[in-house]
């Protein structure tokens, strides 16, 4: 079993759409949880780190269930620029590793 | 001011050949990474490294080995390529100041033939 599993996709959603991403992961140790976006052939970027309670960022919001061990991603009011893969990615408590899932890729149709 | 930068962008090279990548970060970051994203964008770690730590992936094979000759920098080299070796490389950084954040590098984009 992979560390991180995301749906793939992709996800075609109009314009002004909520889109909602989730992620599993298979440690219950895992100390942090991120969602980077990534466009077409650049790196990954951060768009927001996941805490316990919860948090939002503009149009953005995400969740974390420790209990059942998976992330959630909400997108409101999708704009164009929305378009691209997001990852999710998990650190454990031990060692300086991060696993990234495979990437939801999300294109927002006009 | 890149905050990570990798050299070459782009690298073509025969099966057989050694080649090297550099990553240079001007973060003040203690842990520098590097990634391979394969043709199905999967994005999978390969080192972490700090002053105290290497951490090796156990799936990476040992013609891949990172040097690092000062805290700003991590290089990766690899020996006798092969084809599957073809992907896009990451280098990233991070610290614990960071909110242990990565950022990462453009990619180099490797192509064996």
């Known amino acids: 079993r992979k560390e991180v599993e995301q749906d793939p996709g992709p996800f075609n959603v109009p314009e002004g759409a909520t889109v909602a991403f989730n992620c599993t992961y298979s440690?219950?140790?895992?100390?942090?949880f991120f969602w980077y976006r990534q466009d077409c052939r650049k790196e990954p970027k951060l768009l927001m780190s996941?805490?316990?309670s919860g948090n939002e960022d503009g149009r953005f919001t995400a969740q974390l269930n420790r209990a059942s061990q998976y992330i959630s991603l909400l997108i409101r009011d999708s704009k164009l620029s929305d378009s691209a893969t997001y990852l999710c990615?998990?650190?454990?408590?031990?060692?300086?590793?991060?696993?990234f899932g495979t990437g939801t890729s999300l294109t927002v149709i006009p | 001011d890149t905050a990570v930068s990798q050299t070459p962008k782009y690298l073509v090279t025969q099966m057989g050949n050694d080649k090297s990548i550099k990553c240079e970060q001007n973060?003040?970051?203690?842990?520098m990474y590097w990634y391979k994203q394969d043709s199905k964008k999967f994005l999978k770690i390969m080192f972490s490294?700090?002053?105290?730590?290497?951490?090796i992936n156990e799936t990476v094979p040992n013609r891949f080995s990172p040097k690092s000759p000062d805290k700003a920098h991590l290089n990766l080299h690899i020996n006798s390529l092969e084809l599957g070796d073809s992907a896009v490389y990451f280098c990233?950084?991070?610290?614990?100041?960071?909110?242990?954040?990565?950022?990462f590098g453009p990619g180099t984009r490797l192509l064996v033939l």
């Open positions: 990233a950084s991070s610290s614990v100041g960071s909110g242990e954040t990565q950022y």
């Open positions: 440690n219950s140790a895992s100390q942090s």
């Open positions: 996941v805490y316990s």
């Open positions: 990615v998990v650190k454990w408590w031990t060692g300086n590793q991060f696993y």
């Open positions: 973060l003040g970051h203690d842990t």
């Open positions: 490294y700090n002053n105290k730590e290497l951490i």
